[in-house]
């Protein structure tokens, strides 16, 4: 039998491989005998390359003020998740896939069960729905946008106001003429390519979609903006719109909390870095000129965080 085995930790390729392949961004790396790897860094220089990074620019913190508390949160994949999101802040959760950074943005939005406390502006919220999130402030760009993010065969106008129908309403009573004067507004704001508000969202290109998920969001008027994955499957030319909406939305007075396995996209926004390994965060990283790349690789894959 010959066994083809795919794995991010490395421990696992040390020890089982024979011949080891390494893929970046869908390219082939390079093919060695396991033999002839000298070790944990070799293989983590080759799964880096050279990483580019945008130039990362800090965000005006407020660190006297706490928007969000986690404190042991803990449930089938996470265990004792705890941290604060400071106002004004963008902070980041960086870790391969399988590492938890999903499933820490749907706890603070209420979609998954957890023990432990989660605190919105002091207050133990108990959030046991998105519903009650929304209502704390808490907005969620999820990971899945055709899923769970948009409805694809609705428009543009029908699926922005989604998170906050009291914008297009009074007293319960939908104002189409409203909805569509809404949708218009957010396709101008954040430059939604598209016919007009009323063109169906399945026909939208993966960015622009992306920018149709972002104006529900905004619409909601959040405090705490979670992005899990925020340019996923987008290419070059939106990842940078998508940033720069993520930046301006911080500058207008919200704060974020960014979920991502691209590492160029966590050193070019955040201004804290959370490593994660098997649902656990091993460490916090300030994100300055004595940040580097491989020992954030050698921590997420699993090794020592003095490595």
Known sequence: ITIIYISHRLEEIMELADYVTVLR???????KPRAEISGRQELIQMMIGKVIVEDYVP????????????????????????????????????????AGKTEIARAIFGTDKYAGTILVEGRDVKAVSPEKAITNGIVLVPEERRTQGICTSLSIAVNTPMMNYRTVSHKGILNKKQQGRLAR??????????RDENQSVVFLSGGNQQKVVLSKCLNASPKVLLLDEPTRGVDVGAKQEIYQIIRQMVKDGCSAIVFSSELP???????????????????????????????????????????
């Open 185 to 194: 507004e957010y396709i101008e704001k954040i430059g939604t390519a598209c």
């Open 59 to 98: 965000n005006k913190i407020d660190e006297n003020i706490k928007l969000i508390e986690l404190k042991g949160v803990s449930n089938k994949k996470l265990h004792n998740i705890s941290f604060d999101l400071h106002k004004g802040e963008i902070l980041g959760f960086y870790g391969l896939i399988g």
């Open 25 to 31: 961004d869908g390219r082939h790396i390079a093919t």
């Open 265 to 307: 996209e966590i050193l070019g926004l955040c201004d804290r870095i959370g490593l994660l390994y098997d649902g656990e965060i091993k460490m916090f990283l300030k994100n300055d000129e004595h940040v580097e790349p491989r020992h954030i690789m050698s921590v997420v894959t699993g090794g020592v965080e003095n490595e």
